[in-house]
């Protein structure tokens, strides 16, 4: 169910030590649910990702760095991060995770993402793991994502995707059967059938100068449909490099898991590594539980 209240009132209090701060924290140690799993892996490929298309001396930042957890990985393989978090809760923690590392490899910031404490063209890519769901003005942060980010910059965000728990869990596909009139849920059906989305997708609209007309606000969620992102992202400025999903299960009845937890994550990763070595990359975008994103910062 929607709510009008801002999303900072809703969740911020997920990242307080009085809360779940330090869940966000252990959750990676513990691969023992698909879900856990799943964030590990999306850390591990954001990771890569990085590695693939930077040299060490790249200036990375790590926007909603949370607990550290990215950026002891890309410290790990060599490189330099700044993080950025709103939690000071949080920003303890990644303290604590990474105090073994030599101080001027990297640093930590207190800040939002519609503000941040950067000059601009600071960074080569900026990092937003499962961020934007919660925050409420989106365009502001990519505006001001996009200032900071060098020309030709990456922006790699991560959100999930509504899709898979809707498939793994036949008493919800009834329940959009019976909420969606049948012409609606067949155009649903036929669009999720369709060619995969890349950068030169209609929804991929080339998209304006931000700086002359800021683009209409428009909502991610924290699980999000791919083709609004994607629209939405590119009127900001910027344009889609990369889209991969992944992550599938747990088969559920109304919520409830019907196989053991590590069944569950073994069948996960088979098929991770199945589909992608099949490269049936439509698929997974369309399915897969975490989706990641790379938008290149368009010129002016």
Not at 161 to 185: A, C, F, G, H, Q
Request: proline share 7%; glycine share 8%.
């Amino acid at each position: 169910m929607s709510s009008s209240r801002p999303k900072e009132e809703l969740y911020g209090d997920l990242f307080s030590t009085e809360r779940r701060a330090h869940l966000w924290n252990d959750l990676y140690d513990d691969p023992s649910n698909v879900f856990n799993r799943n964030m590990a892996l999306r850390r591990d490929r954001i990771c890569q990702l990085v590695t693939d298309r930077f040299s060490p001396d790249a200036e990375i930042l790590d926007l909603g760095c949370g607990a550290g957890v990215v950026m002891e990985q890309l410290l790990q393989r060599g490189f330099r991060v700044t993080g950025a978090d709103r939690s000071t809760d949080m920003l303890d923690l990644a303290g604590r995770r990474l105090e073994g590392f030599p101080p001027e490899e990297y640093q930590l910031h207190q800040g939002t993402c519609e503000d941040l404490p950067f000059e601009a063209e600071q960074f080569d890519s900026v990092l937003c793991v499962g961020v934007f769901g919660y925050i409420d003005d989106v365009v502001g942060a990519l505006l001001e994502i996009r200032r900071v980010l060098r020309p030709g910059g990456l922006l790699l965000m991560s959100v999930r995707n509504p899709t898979n728990s809707l498939i793994s869990d036949p008493i919800r596909v009834l329940r959009s059967v019976y909420r969606e009139p049948w012409p609606k849920l067949w155009k649903i059906l036929k669009s999720a059938a369709s060619g995969s989305v890349s950068s030169a997708s209609a929804e991929s609209e080339p998209p304006p100068n931000p700086f002359s007309t800021r683009p209409p606000q428009f909502s991610i969620d924290i699980l999000q449909k791919p083709r609004p992102l994607i629209r939405g992202v590119s009127r900001c400025g910027y344009r889609l490099d990369y889209f991969a999903g992944f992550g599938f299960g747990p088969l559920a009845v109304n919520g409830r898991s019907l196989l053991p937890g590590r069944l569950s994550v073994q069948i996960n990763d088979v098929l991770n590594s199945s589909l992608d070595r099949l490269g049936l990359k439509t698929l997974t975008q369309r399915v897969g539980d975490v989706s990641i994103y790379g938008f290149i910062k368009s010129s002016d």
